[in-house]
């Protein structure tokens, strides 16, 4: 008897499964599991619902779809091979894994067009779905009008039981239930595996009343391996209720086809191998060798051209009447899109003489984010409960967003940092010219720094204004003290971290950061307030580093500061020049950006024949050695703070003129 001949939704499903057992077998590395169990949920979400232009990634309107599960990317590339995209070619498979490939070992956004976030580890590309989704609904109530729904799309994630048992996965999901955002819909792959066995090993709660009490919608397919038509219903339910977001749990198996690992934790890393991968084949009745994609899956995957061109198209011919009816608002609109800044954005960023009296830095962030607000719409952010001490909040404006004012750009993200930098990325990767920015305390980098680093990898224009920067925060004593957080920041490529010493480096600071579109910046300011100095300039802190004061001729010794640490080198400086030395004092804001300027220029402030050197920063001294050299030496710290007040801590740890002032003595001999 001859066999029927298998559906189209079948040969669909199986070829997105023996595309994973290929390449992770040529590679002789990946996670073929995930795709192998998870393929039935991939097909009916991008054939069935995902709205997407295969020929056009970046079309503003698509939906997003999100692998959380980012170690099961074969998913992903199958999808955006058998579609039709560009970006990922029958040989870019075959090259899974290797030197160059497009199809790297977890999706990078950097990589692959048609990856909309780099979801490496696990929970941060779900957390990452919940700042997509903020950004829709924040512009769809900006734009959107009763004749004309510009804004208006899903946001679709895939996600594992490993995501599910990451922290940052249970804060995102905590506020996206919250803030009722109806077109998230999650799938859960409910495979029961992780790298260590069995889920029973470690994780047994119910996931589905969880999410119910975070306020989420939940549905649950039982059988995820076949019932293509099963899942469709779900997805279909899921869309129908706006008010909150999805979480549809589809268990599956993980590895299914593979007669003897399915179902195992061998199967989640680690290739089949070939003698399986033939076994495999046999069980699911495919009859094609290697990396051969049968003509009819081609046919019926490549539809979603055509629908992708169509959707497009129809979008661009509403927009057009958009413009006509709304042309202000779409002026607006355009402009982000094409990651413009508007006109004049930075006009109003204060400026300040020595004469105007001195404040903490975060309180000349807060000025600087009142002169934004009104010039840059592209703003949005908040805070992680600290709107009263980071000072984020953008005075002059009222509400924040909620579910019933999502037009609001300020964000309450409770006490959750990892969820908040996450998110953040989120928004950023939306790619729709929304500037997000974040507060939180300098110390809490260390909650975030899982997604600072992706923000960094993944060349996201994230704002992290981190307050409170030094053992100046006093009574709250060491475990609020950032003493190796600075260094540690700097150390991490592609991030800007900044640390103003006066109210004219704030303003430059965010002329900076919201200039700096492809990589995310730290704003590290103080709680205690400091002087404004005479020879600062905002447009100095583009250079990192900069001669504040100087001396006749060759000086003898250059001090060195940031921050609140930046006066004393100016005190102390001043005290010895009227002994009759000549001093410098360089500021140095920002690291990362004097390092960025030409051999001349950084001559021309730190001349290497000036070997006596100074730096004081209320910090480890870790990473200053590339400007104290060999004659040179620091006020840093090497422990921990204490509870005391600020300027008991200051003085205790050798922050003061007269410890400077001696250190540089010693130096000048």
Same mark, same amino acid.
């Given at each position: 008897?001859?066999?029927?001949?298998?559906?189209?939704?079948? /040969?669909?499903? +199986?070829?997105?499964?023996?595309?994973?057992?290929?390449?992770?077998?040529?590679?002789?590395?990946?996670?073929? @599991?995930?795709?192998?169990?998870?393929?039935?949920?991939?097909? !009916?979400?991008?054939?069935?619902?995902?709205?997407?232009?295969?020929?056009?990634?970046?079309?503003?309107?698509?939906?997003?779809? #999100?692998?959380?599960?980012?170690?099961?990317?074969?998913?992903?590339?199958? /999808?955006?091979?058998?579609?039709?995209?560009?970006?990922?070619?029958?040989?870019?498979?075959?090259?899974?894994?290797?030197?160059?490939?497009?199809?790297?070992?977890?999706?990078?956004?950097?990589?692959?067009?048609?990856?909309?976030?780099?979801?490496?580890?696990?929970?941060?590309?779900?957390?990452?779905?919940?700042?997509?989704?903020?950004?829709?609904?924040?512009?769809?109530?900006?734009?959107?009008?009763?004749?004309?729904?510009?804004?208006?799309?899903?946001?679709?994630?895939?996600?594992?039981?490993?995501?599910?048992?990451?922290?940052?996965?249970?804060? &995102?999901?905590?506020?996206?239930?919250?803030?009722? /955002?109806?077109?998230?819909?999650?799938?859960?792959?409910? +495979?029961?595996?992780?790298?260590?066995?069995?889920?029973?090993?470690?994780?047994?709660?119910?996931?589905?009343?969880?999410?119910?009490?975070?306020?989420?919608?939940?549905?649950?397919?039982?059988? @995820?391996?076949?019932?293509?038509?099963?899942?469709?219903?779900?997805?279909?339910?899921?869309?129908?209720?706006?008010?909150?977001?999805?979480?549809?749990?589809?268990?599956?198996?993980?590895?299914?086809?593979?007669?003897?690992?399915?179902?195992?934790?061998?199967?989640?890393?680690?290739?089949?191998?070939?003698?399986?991968?033939?076994?495999?084949?046999?069980?699911?009745?495919?009859?094609?060798?290697?990396?051969?994609?049968?003509?009819?899956?081609?046919?019926?995957?490549?539809?979603?051209?055509?629908?992708?061109?169509?959707?497009?198209?129809?979008?661009?011919?509403?927009?057009?009447?958009?413009?006509?009816?709304?042309?202000?608002?779409?002026?607006?609109?355009?402009?982000?899109?094409?990651?413009?800044?508007?006109?004049?954005?930075?006009?109003?960023?204060?400026?300040?003489? !020595?004469?105007?009296?001195?404040?903490?830095?975060?309180?000349?962030?807060?000025?600087?984010?009142?002169?934004?607000?009104?010039?840059?719409?592209?703003?949005?952010?908040?805070?992680?409960?600290?709107?009263?001490?980071?000072?984020?909040?953008?005075?002059?404006?009222?509400?924040?967003? %909620?579910?019933?004012?999502?037009?609001?750009?300020?964000?309450?993200?409770?006490?959750?940092?990892? &969820?908040?930098?996450?998110?953040?990325?989120?928004?950023?990767?939306?790619?729709?010219?929304?500037?997000?920015? @974040?507060?939180?305390?300098?110390?809490?980098?260390?909650?975030?720094?899982?997604?600072?680093?992706?923000?960094?990898?993944?060349?996201?224009?994230?704002?992290?204004?981190?307050?409170?920067?030094?053992?100046? #925060?006093?009574?709250?004593?060491?475990?609020? %003290?950032?003493?190796?957080? /600075?260094?540690?920041?700097?150390?991490?490529?592609?991030?800007?971290?900044?640390?103003?010493?006066?109210? +004219?480096?704030?303003?430059?600071?965010?002329?900076?950061?919201?200039?700096?579109?492809?990589?995310?910046?730290?704003?590290?300011?103080?709680? %205690?307030?400091?002087?404004?100095?005479?020879?600062?300039?905002?447009?100095?802190?583009?250079?990192?580093?900069?001669?504040?004061?100087?001396?006749?001729?060759?000086?003898?010794?250059?001090?060195?500061?940031?921050?609140?640490?930046?006066?004393?080198?100016? %005190?102390?400086?001043?005290?010895?020049?009227?002994?009759?030395?000549?001093?410098?004092?360089?500021?140095?804001?920002?690291?990362?950006?004097? &390092?960025?300027?030409?051999?001349?220029?950084?001559?021309?402030?730190?001349?290497?024949?000036?070997?006596?050197?100074?730096?004081?920063?209320? &910090?480890?001294?870790?990473?200053?050695?590339?400007?104290?050299?060999?004659?040179?030496?620091?006020?840093?710290?090497?422990?921990?703070?204490?509870?005391?007040?600020?300027?008991?801590?200051?003085?205790?740890?050798?922050?003061?003129?007269? +410890?400077?002032?001696?250190?540089?003595?010693?130096?000048?001999?």
């Amino acid at each position: 008897m001859v066999a029927a001949p298998a559906s189209v939704d079948t /040969l669909c499903v +199986n070829s997105i499964r023996m595309l994973a057992v290929d390449a992770t077998n040529k590679s002789r590395s990946g996670h073929p @599991g995930l795709p192998m169990g998870a393929a039935p949920m991939g097909y !009916a979400l991008w054939d069935k619902f995902l709205r997407h232009n295969p020929k056009n990634p970046r079309w503003f309107n698509r939906d997003r779809f #999100v692998l959380s599960a980012g170690h099961g990317c074969m998913l992903l590339y199958a /999808l955006l091979h058998l579609s039709g995209y560009d970006s990922v070619s029958l040989d870019d498979i075959k090259s899974f894994r290797q030197w160059g490939s497009r199809t790297p070992g977890h999706p990078e956004t950097f990589e692959t067009p048609g990856v909309e976030v780099t979801a490496g580890p696990l929970g941060a590309g779900i957390s990452n779905a919940v700042g997509l989704a903020i950004a829709e609904a924040h512009l769809a109530s900006r734009f959107n009008k009763p004749d004309c729904e510009l804004v208006d799309h899903h946001t679709y994630v895939i996600m594992g039981d490993g995501c599910h048992q990451e922290g940052v996965s249970s804060e &995102a999901a905590s506020l996206a239930g919250h803030l009722g /955002l109806g077109k998230l819909i999650a799938l859960y792959d409910d +495979n029961h595996i992780t790298i260590d066995g069995k889920t029973d090993l470690s994780f047994s709660e119910d996931v589905l009343k969880r999410y119910e009490a975070y306020g989420w919608h939940v549905l649950h397919v039982e059988d @995820g391996n076949t019932d293509v038509d099963g899942i469709a219903r779900a997805i279909a339910a899921a869309k129908a209720v706006i008010d909150k977001p999805s979480l549809i749990k589809v268990t599956t198996t993980i590895g299914y086809g593979s007669p003897n690992k399915a179902d195992t934790a061998g199967v989640h890393g680690a290739p089949l191998g070939e003698a399986e991968g033939s076994l495999t084949r046999e069980s699911l009745g495919w009859s094609y060798g290697p990396f051969e994609v049968p003509q009819a899956s081609y046919d019926h995957f490549r539809k979603a051209i055509e629908r992708g061109a169509a959707a497009e198209a129809e979008w661009n011919a509403g927009l057009d009447r958009y413009s006509a009816s709304y042309p202000a608002e779409a002026a607006v609109f355009k402009r982000m899109l094409r990651g413009e800044l508007p006109e004049g954005w930075d006009r109003d960023l204060p400026s300040y003489s !020595a004469d105007d009296a001195g404040q903490a830095t975060r309180k000349h962030s807060q000025l600087c984010l009142a002169a934004l607000g009104p010039n840059l719409p592209d703003l949005i952010g908040g805070s992680a409960d600290l709107t009263h001490s980071n000072y984020t909040d953008i005075k002059g404006e009222t509400g924040s967003f %909620q579910k019933h004012s999502r037009e609001k750009r300020y964000l309450h993200f409770g006490v959750r940092e990892h &969820a908040m930098a996450a998110i953040l990325n989120g928004i950023a990767y939306h790619d729709s010219g929304l500037i997000p920015y @974040g507060g939180t305390f300098l110390v809490f980098a260390d909650y975030m720094r899982g997604s600072m680093r992706l923000s960094a990898l993944s060349r996201l224009g994230v704002i992290y204004v981190l307050t409170h920067d030094s053992i100046g #925060v006093g009574e709250d004593g060491p475990t609020h %003290q950032p003493i190796e957080t /600075l260094s540690s920041l700097r150390a991490m490529p592609n991030m800007l971290v900044i640390r103003p010493g006066d109210g +004219n480096e704030t303003s430059g600071a965010y002329r900076v950061a919201i200039n700096n579109r492809n990589r995310p910046t730290v704003l590290a300011l103080s709680r %205690q307030g400091m002087a404004n100095q005479a020879g600062s300039a905002a447009d100095n802190v583009a250079l990192g580093g900069y001669i504040l004061e100087d001396c006749d001729g060759t000086p003898e010794l250059i001090l060195i500061g940031t921050g609140s640490e930046l006066d004393l080198c100016v %005190q102390a400086a001043r005290a010895l020049s009227a002994e009759g030395h000549r001093l410098r004092v360089v500021s140095m804001p920002c690291v990362e950006l004097f &390092a960025e300027q030409a051999v001349d220029y950084r001559e021309s402030v730190l001349p290497a024949a000036v070997g006596r050197r100074l730096v004081v920063e209320a &910090a480890s001294d870790f990473g200053w050695h590339r400007y104290i050299g060999l004659e040179g030496d620091s006020v840093t710290m090497d422990g921990f703070g204490a509870s005391a007040p600020g300027g008991v801590c200051m003085e205790k740890f050798g922050f003061t003129v007269e +410890n400077v002032t001696a250190k540089a003595r010693a130096l000048l001999g």
